[in-house]
């Protein structure tokens, strides 16, 4: 998670360039926050076309009735291979950009390794957090004893989770996902929302769902409650306890 994190440190930097550059602003704080945005834009452009397309863990039709075949090989063949070519694409840019010091040109790049940044850690999470229907990882109760009672404790039945979290999926607005996620330094969990492909952030993402319409429309149409309701079919609960029991350093992935 190391290089994942490094995509989205850019926040604060990228806030203060942008409105430097539409208004006056402190210059020693100015050339502070260009000189921390080009030792950021450095140490990306080191990672420029290095990521790829992880494989499945599964068959295309693993997750069948729940999720089709076909919206398998669109979803991972297609759009998460988009994210990463267009991940890579404007690192490379933001390389040639640090060469020649174009301010203008790295803070517009920034938008665009966050959104496909986060694109690519959000969909590798997400292949991992699904398991065939009916395999041992999706019984909870074997497969997340630990999770399971720490949700039970919480929200006080499991049942009422569930609850909460479709309520999530259903009332997100155009694109994003709904998390259950862990608040290590709080000691509690959390059932969010991010928006388009923001990631997590603050917090350890246990299980997410993907609520952008190619990832269920070609099967539920506009029936999104069905498959926020059949999503539980297929989530890897033992991936889940994994990142619950390991915490950030759990989350340690290459992507």
Known sequence: MARSNTLFSFVSLFSLLFFAIAAPIDKRALDLAYRDLIELSTRQSKMAGTYTLPPLPYAYDALEPVISKEIMQLHHDKHHQAYVTNLNAALNSQNQASEVKDLRKLVTLQKKIK????????????????APPGAKETNIDTAAPTLKKAIESQWGSFQKFKDEFNSVLTDLQGSGWGWLANKQIEGRLEVVSTKDQDPVEDAVPLFGVDMWEHAYYLQYKNDKASYASNIWKVINWQEAENRFKNGIEGMKFKV
């Open 115 to 130: 959104f496909n940044g986060g694109g690519h850690i959000n969909h590798s999470l997400f292949w991992k957090n699904l």
